[in-house]
């Protein structure tokens, strides 16, 4: 059972909005604003799209955003696109080790 | 650019030791820290451990009595060792730079531990 909770699928239409949530508690999400997200296709390594809660690397698309309130993170991406259908898993910095969700798989329908 | 390749047995028996090597290029280890994470087949990641250039580091509670990390400065590279391997350790490891939050990512070799 994953640290973290997210919710197992998520689905939404091209253009759409979609959210996907982190669940976790004040020993992690909640204590510290170091969740990341990472994007993950079929048979490739993780990518990272978002870390400190909010920030974008260089290179990931406007389209993803990040927030958190009290101990629930969550991943927003607008302007939902094909491309972005895949597994979304959150991480958490939770004093001296590092947690993840379990994922969510998003359906571009 | 960064980019990290692990190395390392494709096919471990159960009881014996674990080992994986990664290698960094088009950077040094620095001041980074550098991580291990897992990805058993169809399931989610794991978080190992993480160990900085100078050799300190932490591990997953859940692991740490298996797990050693260390770090080859001289040859850029970094190494995993996990013992006592049964077929749940079976999965995808992945190396990858930073502490919470990781990038870049090695592109993962597949350890499989048979029951």
């Known amino acids: 059972q994953s640290a973290l909770t997210q919710s197992a699928s998520v689905s939404g239409s091209p253009g759409q909005s979609i959210t996907i949530s982190c669940t976790g508690t004040?020993?992690?999400?909640?204590?510290?604003?170091?969740v990341s997200w990472y994007q993950q296709y079929p048979g490739k390594a993780p990518k990272l799209i978002i870390y400190?809660?909010?920030k974008r690397p260089s290179g990931v698309s406007n389209r993803f955003s990040g927030s958190k309130s009290g101990n629930t993170a969550s991943l927003t991406i607008s302007g939902l696109q094909a491309e972005d259908e895949g597994d979304y898993y959150c991480?958490?910095?939770?004093?001296?080790?590092?947690?993840f969700g379990g994922g969510t798989k998003l359906t571009v329908l | 650019q960064v980019q990290l390749q692990e190395s390392g047995p494709g096919l471990v028996k159960p009881s014996e030791t674990l080992s994986l090597t990664c290698t960094v290029s088009?950077?040094?280890?620095?001041?980074?820290?550098w991580s291990w994470i897992r990805q058993p087949p169809g399931k989610g990641l794991e978080w190992i451990g993480c160990i900085l250039y100078s050799g300190s580091g932490d591990y997953n509670p859940s692991l740490k009595s298996r797990v050693t990390m260390s770090v080859d400065t001289s040859k850029n590279q970094f190494s995993l060792k996990l013992t006592s391997v049964t077929a749940a350790d079976t999965a995808v490891y992945y190396c990858?730079?930073?502490?919470?939050?990781?990038?870049?990512w090695g592109q993962g070799t597949l350890v499989i531990v048979p029951s």
């Open positions: 400190d809660v909010t």
């Open positions: 991480c958490s910095y939770a004093g001296s080790r590092t947690v």
């Open positions: 088009g950077g040094s280890l620095g001041t980074y820290y």
């Open positions: 004040s020993s992690d999400v909640g204590g510290y604003n170091y």
């Open positions: 990858v730079r930073g502490e919470w939050w990781f990038d870049p």
